[in-house]
Structures are given as C-alpha cells and as structure tokens.
C-alpha cells in the first residue's frame, strides 16, 4: 500500500517520498526497508533505531528532532487504525462478536465459536488459547497482527470472528474502529490493577468493548450489569443463574462429575441442555455462548446439539485422565473470584478431600495475593502454595505476601517453592475419593522465571510423577 493512501486512514498527508509501505509497528526492533514506525512516548532513540532498520516515516505524539515524523493527538488509536487500513478493513467482510470480563472470556468464546461452526458458519477465533495472531500470549492481539489474523479468516473464507477483548487491550485502543455486532459480558472481579490502578478503571476499560458494540450479552447476575447495559447503544439480553427478572434464566441444574444439565427458560422458550463440563460458573458461560449464537442467528435446538458435544478447553477446568484413584483438574483460576468460583464449584462434586496447588504471578497486582490465600485454604481442605510466574521476584516475597491472608485458617497448609515439587508433594497426600487441583497456569506450558520462559507442562509432570510412582511398585514388587 502507498504511504499517501495508508495516511487517510489517520488523516494526513505526506510530501515526501510516496513509498509502497511493507508493515507498520509501534516496535523499532521490527521495523523493516519502507516501513512505517509509531513511536507512542516520542522517545528519539527508538525513532532512531526504527529509521537505521529501514523504516520511511515516524508517527508520534510530538515532533522528533530531525526525523521524518508526523504528529497525532493518540497514536494508539493512530496505530490501531494504520494497521486496519494496511490489511483493507478485512473487519468489514467479518461479524465480529467479542466477549469481556475477568472469568470465563477464553470459554465463552471457545463455546461460542464451536457452536456457529458446528452449525455450518465458518467462525475465526481469536483468544488466550487459540489465538491465530503473531503473539498468542496477548489475549486481545496486537492490532498488526489482530488485522492480519483477520486478513486471513477472511482469506480463508469465515464468515464470523469471535474474541476475547481484555481491559489491557481496550484501555490501549488495540480494538480502536472496529464495530461489533455483538459485545458479551461474564463478569467482573478483582485482577490487573497494576495495570489500570484501580478497579473503577479496570471496570471502565471493559465498558469501552460495549460503546463500540451494536448489542450485548449481560450476566445480570454481575454488580456491574447495569453500567455494561447503559454502555452500549443497543439492545442487551440478559442471562442469570438466579434472577428471573432476566431475559434467560438456568432452571433445574443437575450435577454429576461427567457434566450438568440445566433447562434454560426464555420468552417463549423453554429448553433442556446438556454440557459436558462441571461448575455453576460454566453454566453461566454456557448460557452466555447460547444466548449470544442465538443472536447471531442459531435456533435453540442447533445450540443444544452442539453444546452436548464441546469438550472445553485445555487449561479450564480440564479433568486429566489417569489411572489415579483420585482426579486431577487443571483450571487458569488466578485470580481471588476464579479461585473460589472454581473451589466452590469442585466441592461439590468431590466425595473426600479437595487439594489445592497454586501461586501468585510476580510483577503483577500484589494485592489479591493475601485474598488468594484466604480464599484458597477458605475453600479446600488442604493447600499447597508455590510459585505461578514468579518473573523477577523473589518466589519466597510472593508466598509470604500470600500467607498474610491464612493466619486464622485452620486448613493445613504447606509451602513448596518449586511448582514441580508442589505438585507431586500434593499428589503423594492425595488419597482415592480426592480431588486435586493445580490452579493457575492453566493452557501454559512454560514458567517465567527471572527474564527466562522455562518450558513447565503440568500435564507431563503429572504424567511423569505417575510413571515413577508406578516403577516404585514395580521394584517394590520385585
């Protein structure tokens, strides 16, 4: 694309050189020959090295000394909108529907993706999980590599794309011009203040998602349901597990550790559901991704037939197979609200004792970390806290931040630095009838420590604890 026709998207214009531009990036390390640089704080040594790799012109929020350089009030939602028009709007050949919250935005969007593709409508994702973008661990992409994801559904002919929209995301104008036919909200709780400082503005990142969005899904179950409906301009839907003021409501729940049922109750409708996976908090996410692909044109019934057949999603509340006499579970919970949701929801279906394992990430709000604790050794009958993405903070920092919420519980509760150790030590006190739950890292497979991503898979730990119990028995035996 010729930089005069890329800058009309920002309208600007510029004199010089008309180059054919290869990319725009607000990153000077990947500046390339004829690309196009937004420098967001105007700092001259990255408009400097953005210029040495190749690019034709910066874009800031001053002018630079002796760049090439045009200015812009907010060069966030500049950027976002120089990388839609490089990719030709592939958004306007898309129905977008988003999903916000703190829980349930990775299943709710997986749910609801799988429900219009098992229906015949060809459906992008884009989430924590399975994201198509450049860097899958963004859950709300990029807007570089969010339009190039988009670029190539629609090359390869989707007619939907569906994502999660994060506060971080909103707040930085990564979704800046895009309209959605249809913007979800699960919930709202505490996490990422040190991003956004307070919970008001944690809250009000979120309800940008529902001022671009032409209707809304709402958990009217939610303290916040009323600032996401007055947000958005159109018409809200509302779901709750207990309200019947709502427009859907979950009636007759049935429990089992394979799965639940419940019979969702609307306006003329009336219908039973079947899903495969446990907890209260997925029958709201269920209820969520039904609600919302009925919007989008799916009847009741194509939803229950697909809903019956979803497996979930690596990393949420996934149910290990083993041999075990116990379960294993691995859910993202990492945050105080996600912890108990997931506790509370395990209790029921565990006939003996509920094991937790889980952490604090490091560099990262510290002050849920005591809630953490609380909550944890609040809900399960033994704890075991360890380290989660300790980053550059001393593992040892964090726990003792997240013991200051444990001193009046009588739950036992044991301390292992080392994630690995943590987990098999809380698997060699598991006895059959338990139930185990390494919360926390969820879909990753990696720890942060320090600067370094060690490759750290639960799964394959759990896998290998169970091959060298089993060699034990065998030399045991022998």
Known sequence: MKLSVLLQAIERTWKE???????????????????????????????????????????????????????????RRAYSALCRAFFGTPDRRLTLAAVTGTSGKTTVASMLAYLLEMNGRRCGLLSTVTNAAEDSTMTTPDPFALYAAMQAMVDAGKEFCVLEASSQGLAEER???????????????????????????YRDAKLRLFAQSEAAVVNLDDPNAAAVIAACPGRSQTFSLRCDAADFTAKELRRAEDGQSFVLVGDRLIHRFSLRLPGDFNVENAMAAVVAAMHLGLSVDDC?????????????????????????????????????????????????????????????????????????????????????????????????DIMSGTEKSKTPVFIREDRRSAIEFALSKAKPGDLVLLAGKGHETYQLVGTEKRPFDERAIVADWIRKENEKTASRRA
């Open 17 to 75: 050189q008309d180059a054919q531009i290869t990319r725009v990036t607000d990153d000077s390390r990947l500046c390339e020959p004829n690309s196009v640089f937004v420098c967001h704080d105007a700092a001259e040594e990255y408009a400097a090295e953005a210029l040495r790799r190749g690019a034709v012109l910066v874009i800031a929020p001053r002018p630079m000394l002796s760049q090439p350089c045009i200015t812009v009030e907010n060069t």
């Open 175 to 201: 979704l800046h011009g895009l309209t959605f036919s249809l913007g979800i909200f699960t919930n709202l709780g505490h996490d990422h203040l040190d991003v956004h400082g307070t919970f008001e503005r």
């Open 304 to 400: 229950a037939d697909a809903l019956r057949t979803f497996s979930g999603v690596r990393g949420r509340m996934e149910l290990l197979e083993t041999p075990l006499p116990f379960h294993v579970m691995i859910d993202f919970a990492h945050t105080p609200e996600s912890l108990r949701r997931a506790l509370l929801s395990l209790r029921r279906l565990c006939r003996r004792r509920l094991i937790v394992v889980f952490g604090c990430g490091g560099d990262r709000d510290k002050t849920k970390r005591a809630q953490m604790g609380s909550v944890a050794l609040g809900c399960s009958d033994l704890a075991v806290i360890t380290s989660d993405n300790p980053r550059t903070e001393d593992p040892a920092a964090i726990i003792d």
